[in-house]
């Protein structure tokens, strides 16, 4: 079964970095999309960023100019390399992706960020 696996979250001060990854295992076909989400407790969950296989990637304004997502399509593996890092900041993330020919819609469990005053 396919799965999808984050990690690379911890605890940093106020302007420190972290780079998460997320890595699908499983018979899977390429990813058509992979998404980067996060939720903070008692808030909505909000879209980081995503990325295509082509290339094209997206940043929330919120984030741009500080994180940057990116992939490795042969090992379907997506990056999210977080600068500059703010308490507001502080999340749960978790990956979504798409599969050419399947899976749609697949989530990780998620991997916890938090970032100190």
């Known amino acids: 079964q396919v799965q999808l696996v984050e990690s690379g979250g911890g605890l940093v001060q106020t302007g420190g970095s972290l780079r998460l990854s997320c890595a699908a295992s499983?018979?899977?076909?390429?990813?058509?999309?992979m998404v980067w989400y996060r939720q903070a407790p008692g808030k909505q969950r909000e879209l980081v960023a995503t990325i295509t296989n082509g290339g094209i990637t997206y940043h929330a304004d919120s984030v741009k100019g500080r994180f940057t997502i990116s992939a490795d399509n042969a090992k379907n593996t997506v990056y999210l390399q977080m600068n500059s890092l703010k308490p507001e900041d502080t999340a749960v993330y978790y990956c979504?992706?798409?599969?050419?020919?399947?899976?749609?819609?697949?989530w990780g469990q998620g991997t916890q960020v938090t970032v100190s005053s």
């Open positions: 979504n992706a798409d599969f050419w020919r399947g899976p749609h819609n697949v």
């Open positions: 499983g018979s899977v076909t390429s990813f058509t999309s």
